[in-house]
T-cell receptor, first 114, second 110 residues
Framework: DGGITQSPKYLFRKEGQNVTLSCEQN?????MYWYRQDPGQGLRLIYY???????QKGDIAEGYSVSREKKESFPLTVTSAQKNPTAFYLC?????????????FGPGTRLTVT | SQQGEEDPQALSIQEGENATMNCSYK?????LQWYRQNSGRGLVHLIL?????REKHSGRLRVTLDTSKKSSSLLITASRAADTASYFC??????????FGAGTTVTVRA
């Protein structure tokens, strides 16, 4: 899991509540990412950030928000507008080396909303 | 959007056998990466192959890339129980993003 920490490992919330997932990295990487993974499926990109104070929507950004106030931190808020928030959430960071980005992943947070 | 598609979706082999999985993609890339995910954990980077490379090795792993067919394969030789995991290919072009496939679940039986 390298130098990326995600907390908590398991998170339970009631429907209608916003919840924030933490992601911190000490790898000095510029870029950070949030993915969602549903059972038996691949990773879908929610948001990504190339530098501090800048971020872009991924493929499934609706119902999510992020901030990037520090290089080390990229928290994800799952809002009540997200229709199906129960999933496994993965944070990653990357650095460019010879024109290629290799991503390093955190251990993930499993969110259950009932 | 998911560009890579792995085949097969699931694979069950005996310990000591080789495991081969394939990845196909649709648009041009400048690199393809393979990752492993143990159940309930994050992804671990295994190997990266650039678009101008045809084959790479890392320990018991061998990756090939055929850009004319837009496909890649991952071979794990002499499999062990610890190789039981899901394996994902991810394609990259000239930006920060990677596109991941749905993965191949490999079970190694003792």
């Amino acid at each position: 899991d390298g130098g990326i920490t995600q907390s908590p490992k398991y998170l339970f919330r009631k429907e209608g509540q916003n919840v924030t997932l933490s992601c911190e990295q000490n790898l000095n990487h510029d870029a950070m990412y949030w993915y969602r993974q549903d059972p038996g499926q691949g990773l879908r990109l929610i948001y990504y950030s190339q530098i501090v104070n800048d971020f872009q929507k991924g493929d499934i950004a609706e119902g999510y928000s992020v901030s990037r106030e520090k290089k080390e931190s990229f928290p994800l808020t799952v809002t009540s507008a997200q229709k199906n928030p129960t999933a496994f959430y993965l944070c990653a960071s990357s650095i460019m080396w010879q024109g290629i980005y290799e991503q390093y992943f955190g251990p993930g947070t499993r969110l259950t909303v009932t | 959007s998911q560009q890579g598609e792995e085949d097969p979706q699931a694979l069950s082999i005996q310990e000591g056998e080789n495991a081969t999985m394939n990845c196909s993609y649709k648009t041009s890339i400048n690199n393809l990466q393979w990752y492993r995910q143990n159940s309930g954990r994050g992804l671990v980077h295994l190997i990266l192959i650039r678009s101008n490379e045809r084959e790479k090795h890392s320990g018991r792993l061998r990756v090939t890339l055929d850009t004319s067919k837009k496909s890649s394969s991952l071979l794990i030789t002499a499999s062990r129980a610890a190789d039981t995991a899901s394996y994902f290919c991810a394609t990259g072009s000239n930006d920060y993003k990677l596109s991941f496939g749905a993965g191949t679940t490999v079970t190694v039986r003792a």
